[in-house]
């Protein structure tokens, strides 16, 4: 007798013990989830804790105490106390940001070459907030397992789920550090899409104007269009016309929700510090950027 069989099968039954359905916030999309809560934070927080020992915060207090400002304010909509939130502003000059399950987003520097005030501040922070809501880490490792195990027919089944392309490849069984690298993976449109209408509405909670989120979008858009070198925030986003049409789309929902106007600062005396790079290429780079 063989215990083949057993040990094929054994790692397929204890991710379908963890199996779930869970509902998006807000959109009210039905989302398959492999992984639970508490493992999706347990990983969030050490990838966090990893990122910040590889990479220094930003030196100007001004941008910590921005995000720090505006992030308590979309923390506080978002209504998940139960969310260790962090905002930190991470010495980077690409203008990008990123987020990890349970509440941890992080800002790279370069980002504030783009950002004219709070309102711009808040409308990247509630894009990544609506991810951490909304589960997309869970959900995208949970598609990558599923993948892993099932094979084509898996795939075809996952694509219309909107699971990212290639997901398949990706040898996601078990928990450890390959898990860990799965939250680093980009999001499928899908989810970015849904990030941008949920986004909307965090902003509009916390008390920043909706309609300023997709103004700044559209800048963005066109920063991406005016420059040689694409920044990579856009490059990673799917910030073109469908992107904006989303948005413009998400607009009047958004507004509901819009009621009492928090003070908005602007950042006009705040230059982004200049950065000697010198030596800080032999530091492991930040996560990749989505
Ligand atoms: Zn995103």
Redesign the pocket.
């Known amino acids: 007798m063989s215990l083949r069989p057993f040990l094929t099968t054994l790692p397929l039954l204890v991710l379908l013990a963890a199996w779930g359905c869970s509902t998006v916030p807000y959109t009210g999309r039905t989302q398959v989830l492999m992984v639970s809560q508490e493992q999706e934070l347990r990983l969030g927080y050490q990838a966090f804790e990893q990122i910040k020992y590889r990479s220094r915060p930003a030196r100007d207090p001004r941008m910590q105490e921005a995000v720090q400002r505006v992030g308590q304010r979309l923390a506080q909509a978002a209504g998940r106390p139960d969310f260790r939130w962090e905002f930190v502003v991470i010495d980077d000059p690409s203008p990008n940001a990123f987020c990890l399950p349970g509440g941890k987003v992080g800002v790279y520097s370069g980002l504030f070459r783009y950002l004219e005030n709070d309102a711009d501040l808040a409308t990247v922070l509630s894009?990544e907030t609506a991810?951490v809501l909304a589960r997309h880490a869970g959900e995208r490792l949970s598609h990558s397992m599923l993948a892993q195990m099932g094979g084509t027919g898996l795939n075809v089944a996952l694509a219309g789920m909107g699971a990212s392309p290639g997901a398949g490849q990706l040898a996601m069984l078990g928990y450890g550090l390959s898990t860990q690298m799965g939250l680093l993976l980009p999001?499928s449109r899908k989810q970015?899409f849904e990030?941008d209408r949920i986004g909307l509405i965090l902003m509009a909670k916390a008390g920043y104007d909706p309609a300023l989120g997709v103004d700044f979008w559209k800048r963005f858009a066109q920063a991406k269009a005016d420059r040689a070198r694409r920044p990579a925030f856009i490059s990673t986003?799917p910030a073109d016309a469908d992107r904006i049409r989303n948005l413009e789309a998400g607009l009047a929902e958004a507004r509901r929700y819009y009621q009492a106007p928090a003070e908005v600062r602007d950042y006009a005396a705040m230059a982004p510090s200049p950065t000697p790079w010198q030596g800080h290429r032999n530091v492991a780079r930040p996560p990749a950027p989505?």
């Open positions: 894009h991810h999001y970015e990030a986003h989505r």
